[in-house]
């Protein structure tokens, strides 16, 4: 066993020396650690770095075959929290890695943790983990020699792995993202990380086992592993992020909602390469910050694509697909890359646009404008800014989304009122940009035209306007307190909400953040309340609609239904997304708002004189969700009856969830109320079989 | 029909059971390609034997003589028959199986290990699985029929005093002679002989060697796959032993994806024979498999589609219509290489120009004269079987076809009053006594 400890510093470990030196670059005691460690949240990363409260861990920055063909790409130090209590595995305190291989029926050893040198230390070879050669190295074969080590040792996998989700992590926790920490979505708090799960073209995210699987695939004599592809790793975890901060996207109840899954794995990726600087400098070398050629953000996974896809990237961001050309498509994969593609569009325009305005010109340029020397940013500069800016632009709006079921149009409705949040002023007219772009994709079909006002029946209206005066208020600090104070608030604000009187409503999470604004002023903090409930819908075959629900004809399943809520701590109601339900209004109560409705279009003056109450602009918006909800029902149902036509719905009871022909969904029968549950991406292309299936062989 | 080559396919269920008689110089030539099926016991299989052993010829030591037997590839649908008392008397000429019969191959170290890890994997799913789950792990398990493989290779072989002959495009023509007339040639067009590096992505043993002086994971295919034997799992220090048991469990069921992938590579190792007899052409190409690849080419480092893999190397092969094609793997899509989706710019497949190749659609005013047929059954386990567009779409290319098949209407059936190939399952409704199936369906060319 390699020494660990004090025993260390007595007797040195074998093989190479210590590639890193010790420490914090200025020396401190225990206690002054301890005191700095207390206030870790407080300090800035540059502080952290320089006091050893963060270390530098090196992994591959894309993947294996990047590296190998592209130094500059190769394996970087990427800086982590060093936190107390670190482990073998690695473990930290939100990650555990364990390196359980199924097909062999081993436990590779996991590698082990110095805790008075903060390394890591191969177990078999004593050897302490080695750090890549400097930049300065101008040889090849030194770099190339240890590229093909690590990616042959195992413990490099380990720590490699580890590192991209301890990264991605305290990326989205970042105040600049969600500022705040963020839940894993089971009963838990350390996600399992199994870097060789077996073989197989898959790498997925599993609830259940509390784990992130990575296969290898391809050539067994040098596997494509995809525990070291950078943006395999940054997309699975994506996968579990949003399982912890929104749990019930992974319940089925539409296309869209499946694809904002992949679309969060896929701008996990973006944005985690967008903000290495090593990735960014190749890009600002090709294309002098013009991001609108293909490049290195674009290419996803792109070892991992071309082994298992055949083909270069898994999938690009640069793309022009709309709602409308993937309107038929039960596709996750395919119509995330709508919203992939229209958060890329928007990185490139917000980009350039601050390019446009803050170019440094030549200095004989005769366009140079001498008095705003401080406004003249390079390329470089401006990529890192567009970066920095995108990273908000696109996490800080999670929290606003709805609970349940979110559609794509939420969340670009969510980017608009963060936006709006964050960025009141919007001197340089970015949301112009949003606006556009999304209208461009078919999110909203209202005809807007970039530069002119919102038509009055833009979908992203609700983004600007915002009334919450039917509210019954409640102290916004007591309602913070708990998820039963919670409950009480939304209690009293029923109607508003549109929450049925009967239905037993559920706090599904409550909690508030600290997050920085566009100059790292600190924001307000924001409360958060997301509350859901669910409706009982009857699968009823309906030919003449088409609606076949073959084995599952005549069972229930339940509409999902709730909202988010966004308070400041003075208690202004920020933001509120919806999907709301079907049964808010009563029959007889709709039926007399219509009447109503009807008597005061058709003649007010007889309405009037007859007293006949006018509809109050909360009845009609009560009316406006119920047309939502019961399309959304509408909804539901198509696409359960598309999915079950399509043979993409499989009985845990007749054909066995475990069957080889393994569907994505998994139906579950208790008395009569079917659960559709997805399954773990156990295969991660079953949804995309647009026509039947082929995955039997025998 | 004397004189004329006989091709007789036998409704085995799902699976192949297929009977030719070629006539050669002085004698009839007699050869059988497969006996199996998925579903059902073995006296289906033993009763087509009894009948093919009437057709042919008795030996001096009054066993039946066979000249041929050719078994695809190992799976049971195409070789559950072969059982030691439906064989007791045929004597046996030459036997030709695919090399994934062949344990021993150097060319085929990363199939074997896949397929190892495969059945290990599922064994040990097995191990942990109840109900239900197990028993359809256990049907996997069973997929390839072991004592199959021991009567193939070892006791038949010795039963006949002959060896078996595992056959690839490299075996030399003269191994494959087994007509006096010289015009007549049986060939090989698949599988290639250097297995890993067409359909395992590997390259090797040079890799292999390469690697070798490198410990940890890259010291062999045994290293990724290697059989942990009896060692015991020794339990993380990291987590709960409560969670580790769930994760193992979850973890075992990659078996599936495993056995799946494994699967495909069985398939990819058919033997494809192309019979050619007096100007006729005939194709036999087991279950092999064609992949999606963007212009259908082969790509290395990748585990390719077998036909991609012909259409590569055996083009001249493949470029000339047919006269005779066995729908390979029941009809499923995976095995004739035509899809009907079309590339993003509007244009076809690429890889639907070998169907164009082999079929080609008759010219207007023209009829087809080429024939095909799917041994197939449909099933509720596998719905797709055989795919519906891809019936349709050979019946427009071939002269023996049913538009009177009348299936259940459901997504997976082929539209009533469509042409489509003659199928084993179905043409029994075209005889005066539906209820009672077709033994067999027969061609002859002359």
């Given at each position: 066993m390699p020494k660990k400890s004090k025993k260390t510093k007595e007797n040195e470990l074998e093989g190479p020396q210590k590639p890193w030196k010790t420490g914090s670059a200025i020396e401190l005691t225990k206690p002054t650690k301890k005191g700095l460690y207390q206030v870790y949240s407080l300090l800035d990363k540059q502080t952290c770095q320089k006091v050893g409260l963060m270390m530098e861990i090196p992994v591959f920055i894309k993947d294996p075959l990047v590296a190998l063909e592209n130094p500059q790409l190769g394996v970087q130090e990427i800086w982590l929290r060093l936190e107390n209590g670190m482990g073998d595995g690695p473990t930290s305190s939100r990650v555990a890695v364990v390196d359980f291989n199924a097909d062999t029926q081993t436990l590779n050893e996991p590698v082990m943790w110095d805790e008075d040198e903060f390394w890591f230390i191969s177990p078999e070879k004593k050897e302490w983990l080695q750090k890549p050669p400097s930049k300065r190295i101008k040889r090849l074969e030194v770099y190339r020699?240890?590229?093909?080590?690590?990616?042959?040792?195992?413990?490099?996998?380990?720590?490699?792995?580890?590192?991209?989700?301890?990264?991605?992590?305290?990326?989205?926790?970042?105040?600049?993202?969600?500022?705040?920490?963020?839940?894993?979505?089971?009963?838990?708090?350390?996600?399992?990380?199994?870097?060789?799960?077996?073989?197989?073209?898959?790498?997925?995210?599993?609830?259940d086992s509390k784990s992130l699987q990575f296969y290898y695939c391809g050539d067994l004599e040098k596997p494509v592993y995809t525990c070291l592809s950078h943006d395999v790793i940054a997309h699975e975890t994506g996968h579990a992020i949003l399982d912890g901060i929104r749990p019930m996207y992974n319940r089925l109840s539409s296309v869209q909602t499946a694809a904002f899954h992949e679309f969060i794995g896929d701008l996990t990726a973006i944005l985690l390469a967008l903000?290495?600087?090593?990735?960014?400098?190749?890009?600002?070398?090709?294309?002098?910050?013009?991001?609108?050629?293909?490049?290195l953000f674009a290419e996803l996974a792109r070892q991992f694509g071309k082994e298992v896809e055949g083909r270069e990237y898994l999938r690009t961001a640069l793309n022009d697909y709309t709602m409308q050309s993937v309107q038929n498509s039960l596709s996750p994969h395919l119509v995330s890359q709508v919203l992939t593609g229209a958060m890329f569009d928007i990185l490139i325009r917000i980009a350039a646009r601050h390019l446009e305005k803050n170019a440094a010109e030549p200095p004989d340029s005769e366009e140079a404008v001498p008095n705003e020397p401080s406004r003249q940013v390079s390329p470089a500069q401006s990529l890192w800014w567009a970066a920095d800016r995108f990273r908000r632009v696109a996490l800080g709006p999670l929290d606003l989304c709805p609970p349940c079921d979110i559609q794509l149009l939420d969340y670009a409705r969510a980017v608009l009122r963060n936006d709006i949040l964050t960025n009141p002023i919007d001197r340089q007219g970015y949301r112009e940009i949003m606006l556009d772009v999304f209208h461009k994709r078919g999110l909203c079909t209202c005809g807007y035209e970039a530069g002119r006002n919102l038509p009055d029946n833009c979908e992203f209206e609700e983004a600007f306007l915002w009334d919450d005066s039917d509210f019954v208020y409640h102290d916004i600090g007591s309602v913070s307190r708990s998820r039963t104070a919670a409950y009480y608030f939304l209690n009293d604000n029923r109607k508003p909400l549109r929450i049925p009187h009967h239905q037993d409503v559920r706090v599904v999470d409550l909690y508030d953040n600290n997050k920085y604004g566009i100059g790292n002023d600190r924001l307000p903090r924001e409360l958060v309340l997301e509350y859901a409930w669910q409706e009982e819908v009857v699968l009823t075959n309906d030919l003449e609609n088409n609606l076949d629900f073959g084995d599952w004809n005549g069972k229930t399943y339940n509409l999902d239904c709730g909202g988010a809520l966004v308070y400041d701590d003075r208690g202004n109601l920020l933001s509120w997304s919806r999907r709301p339900g079907t049964e808010h209004i009563p029959d007889a109560r709709e039926q007399s708002?219509?009447?109503?409705?009807?008597?005061?279009?058709?003649?007010?003056?007889?309405?009037?004189?007859?007293?006949?109450?006018?509809?109050?602009k909360l009845e009609l918006a009560e009316l406006h969700d119920l047309e939502i909800g019961r399309q959304r029902k509408k909804d539901l149902l198509n696409y359960l009856s598309t999915m079950i036509r399509r043979n993409l719905v499989g009985s845990a009871l007749t054909e066995n969830r475990f069957s080889e022909e393994l569907r994505p969904v998994i139906a579950t029968d208790t008395d009569g109320a079917v659960n559709f549950e997805i399954a773990s991406h156990l295969r991660m292309n079953d949804f995309d079989v647009e026509e039947e299936g082929w995955p039997v062989n025998y | 029909m004397a004189g004329q080559l006989l091709v007789r396919v036998y409704n085995v269920g799902l699976g192949d059971c297929i009977y030719l008689r070629v006539p050669d110089k002085n004698r009839d030539v007699h050869i059988l390609i497969d006996c199996g099926n998925k579903f059902g016991g073995t006296d289906l299989l033993g009763e087509c034997i009894s009948h093919l052993k009437e057709e042919l010829d008795e030996t001096e030591t009054n066993k039946k003589r066979l000249d041929l037997l050719v078994v695809s590839h190992p799976h049971e649908d195409h070789h559950k028959g072969f059982e030691a008392e439906f064989f007791e008397d045929i004597r046996i000429g030459n036997l030709w199986l695919s090399p994934a019969y062949d344990r021993q191959n150097p060319n085929a170290k990363g199939f074997y290990a896949l397929q190892n890890a495969a059945r290990r994997a599922l064994t040990n799913l097995s191990a942990v699985a109840?109900?239900?789950?197990?028993?359809?792990?256990?049907?996997?398990?069973?997929?390839?029929?072991?004592?199959?493989?021991?009567?193939?290779?070892?006791?038949?072989?010795?039963?006949?005093?002959?060896?078996?002959?595992?056959?690839?495009?490299?075996?030399?023509?003269?191994?494959?002679?087994?007509?006096?007339?010289?015009?007549?040639?049986?060939?090989?067009?698949?599988?290639?002989?250097?297995?890993?590096?067409?359909?395992?992505?590997?390259?090797?043993?040079?890799?292999?060697?390469?690697?070798?002086?490198?410990?940890?994971?890259?010291?062999?295919?045994?290293?990724?796959?290697?059989?942990?034997?009896?060692?015991?799992?020794?339990?993380?220090?990291?987590?709960?032993?409560?969670?580790?048991?769930?994760?193992?469990?979850?973890?075992?069921?990659?078996?599936?994806?495993?056995?799946?992938?494994?699967?495909?590579?069985?398939?990819?190792?058919?033997?494809?024979?192309?019979?050619?007899?007096?100007?006729?052409?005939?194709?036999?190409?087991?279950?092999?498999?064609?992949?999606?690849?963007?212009?259908?080419e082969v790509k290395k480092g990748r585990a390719n589609g077998s036909w991609n893999v012909m259409w590569q190397e055996r083009r001249a092969d493949l470029s000339r219509p047919l006269d005779f094609l066995k729908i390979g793997h029941h009809g499923s899509e995976n095995a004739t290489p035509w899809t009907s989706k079309k590339l993003r710019s509007g244009k076809v497949h690429p890889i639907n120009q070998i169907l164009d190749a082999l079929l080609p659609l008759p010219q207007p005013g023209q009829l087809a004269s080429a024939h095909a047929v799917a041994s197939t059954k449909r099933t509720s386990r596998w719905p797709s079987i055989p795919n519906a567009e891809l019936m349709a779409e050979l019946g427009r290319r071939i002269a023996n076809v049913r538009a009177e098949y009348v299936e259940p209407p459901s997504r997976k059936s082929v539209p009533a009053n469509t042409p489509q190939p003659q199928r084993t399952d179905l043409e029994a409704q075209l005889t005066d006594t539906p209820e009672k199936p077709v033994p067999y369906l027969e061609f002859f060319f002359s």
């Open positions: 020699d240890f590229i093909e080590k690590a990616i042959r040792d195992p413990h490099f996998h380990q720590v490699n792995v580890w590192a991209v989700v301890q990264r991605v992590l305290e990326f989205y926790e970042a105040p600049q993202a969600l500022g705040r920490p963020v839940p894993w979505g089971f009963d838990g708090n350390r996600l399992i990380i199994v870097p060789h799960a077996g073989y197989g073209e898959n790498a997925f995210y599993d609830h903000h290495n600087r090593d990735i960014r400098e190749a890009v600002n070398k090709s294309t002098q910050g013009i991001l609108s050629e293909s490049n708002i219509l009447e109503r409705i009807k008597a005061w279009k058709d003649n007010p003056q007889q309405a009037d004189s007859l007293k006949i109450k006018k509809p109050t | 109840f109900g239900d789950l197990k028993e359809e792990v256990e049907e996997l398990l069973s997929l390839s029929k072991d004592e199959a493989i021991d009567m193939l290779c070892n006791i038949l072989p010795e039963a006949n005093g002959i060896q078996p002959r595992y056959v690839s495009t490299g075996t030399p023509p003269e191994q494959l002679q087994i007509f006096e007339d010289p015009t007549i040639k049986l060939s090989i067009l698949g599988p290639m002989e250097d297995i890993d590096s067409y359909y395992f992505g590997g390259e090797g043993l040079q890799v292999t060697n390469r690697l070798n002086a490198s410990a940890e994971l890259s010291d062999g295919y045994d290293s990724i796959l290697g059989d942990p034997g009896s060692v015991e799992v020794k339990l993380p220090r990291n987590i709960s032993t409560q969670d580790f048991k769930n994760l193992r469990s979850r973890v075992h069921m990659n078996a599936l994806a495993l056995a799946e992938i494994a699967g495909h590579a069985v398939n990819n190792l058919s033997v494809i024979l192309l019979l050619e007899w007096h100007g006729r052409r005939l194709l036999f190409p087991g279950d092999a498999e064609w992949h999606e690849t963007r212009n259908g």
